[in-house]
């Protein structure tokens, strides 16, 4: 059935952006984390999940040749036109980057469709470290210890922010328009739902 999906998939005339995205996950069987990395190859009406590899580490290096050894087992690294990334250094670097060595493993140019919804994961997390102080672990301890007291926690009793009069004092005069700020996000089209 596997082999039956690969070569129907093969015989479509679409060109191709291929889609990475590599995250930090729980093993299944262990408790230590792994790097998982799903491919995905979309075009006019297509759109097909090739794999979710386990990587050794998110190298630049190690995504290329995922990538790249995906599109070959699947025989359409000669359909594929772009690829679609989020904007780490690890795919946008100029001489490891995922991109690059994709480009030089696949002989060719690709259009680059660079995901800015990483951009706001920037922000908040430099917001995160004026607030909190910087973190280079890949785990906050701050959440990790939330994390580990929240069974402990009566939910039955949570109150807002707005509800502490520090806070409220905090925010008493722009109170009304993160409100309606929020209000009209609820109602405004999200590309990403």
């Not at 679409?14 to 729980?26: E, F, N, P, R, S």
Request: hydrophobic fraction near 40%.
């Amino acid at each position: 059935m596997f082999q039956e999906l690969k070569t129907e998939f093969q015989e479509q005339d679409a060109k191709l952006t291929v889609h990475w995205d590599g995250k930090l996950l729980q093993n299944l069987t262990e408790k230590e984390k792994v790097d998982r990395f799903p491919v995905i190859v979309s075009g006019k009406s297509v759109h097909q999940l090739l794999t979710v590899a386990k990587l050794a580490s998110g190298t630049g290096e190690n995504q290329a040749v995922a990538v790249y050894a995906t599109l070959q087992d699947w025989g359409l690294a000669d359909k594929v036109s772009a690829m679609c990334f989020d904007t780490t250094s690890v795919n946008t670097g100029q001489i490891n980057g995922t991109c690059v060595l994709l480009e030089q493993k696949m002989n060719k140019k690709l259009l680059y469709l660079a995901c800015r919804h990483y951009v706001m994961e920037l922000i908040i997390g430099a917001v995160f470290n004026k607030c909190m102080g910087f973190s280079s672990a890949p785990d906050v301890l701050l959440f990790k210890r939330f994390q580990a007291y929240w069974e402990f926690i009566d939910k039955n009793k949570y109150k807002t922010g707005i509800n502490n009069k520090d806070i409220l004092a905090q925010v008493a005069d722009i109170k009304d328009d993160i409100i309606k700020f929020a209000e009209k996000l609820l109602h405004d089209p999200h590309s990403r739902d």
